[in-house]
């Protein structure tokens, strides 16, 4: 088991390149993708910025502004926003806090992706986790298809005593 430690008093007070009052942590990074937590302070701010990798902005508290091109959102907790390959984007805050999480991803076609090319890039990497692998990223697997299980834990997952059910 790997425990990757992020949030208070782990990040990088600094911030990827470009901002203003935002900190953040790389939670992972390596040759098909990465995840980065990033902290926006209230009035924070990053430069417009293009990578070459798709990359989800996943608000998961408070909230703030996000441009992606020519178009301008309010976003708040529990939304997320698709930041397009190539395409000028960027998010700050006003009166509020915001944190997010970025999850970039190398497309299909791209086996020469390293995280250096985007926002994890931007962090410096000195204390960032060591990747897991390098080379291509694996095929796509098929989409995952799943569902809860009953109350008491019958499909083989732990008994309601015995903590979290799976």
Request: one cysteine or more; aromatic letters at 4%; hydrophobic letters at 40%.
């Amino acid at each position: 088991m790997e425990i990757r430690r992020f949030g208070v008093g782990h990040r990088r007070p600094d911030g990827p390149g470009g901002t203003t009052g935002v900190a953040g942590q790389v939670i992972h990074a390596d040759a098909c993708g990465s995840i980065v937590e990033l902290a926006f302070a209230r009035g924070a701010s990053m430069e417009p910025f293009t990578s070459p990798h798709a990359a989800w902005f996943i608000v998961i508290e408070g909230g703030g502004w996000i441009r992606v091109g020519d178009e301008t959102a309010r976003v708040a907790a529990g939304e997320a926003v698709l930041w397009p390959a190539g395409l000028d984007h960027c998010a700050w805050s006003e009166l509020s806090e915001m944190r997010a999480m970025i999850v970039e991803m190398a497309g299909l076609d791209d086996p020469t992706r390293h995280p250096a090319d985007g926002l994890a890039g931007r962090l410096d990497s000195g204390d960032a986790p060591p990747g897991e692998g390098s080379g291509a990223c694996p095929p796509a697997q098929e989409e995952a298809r799943g569902m809860l299980s009953r109350a008491g834990g019958e499909a083989g997952g732990a008994a309601a005593a015995e903590g979290e059910p799976l």
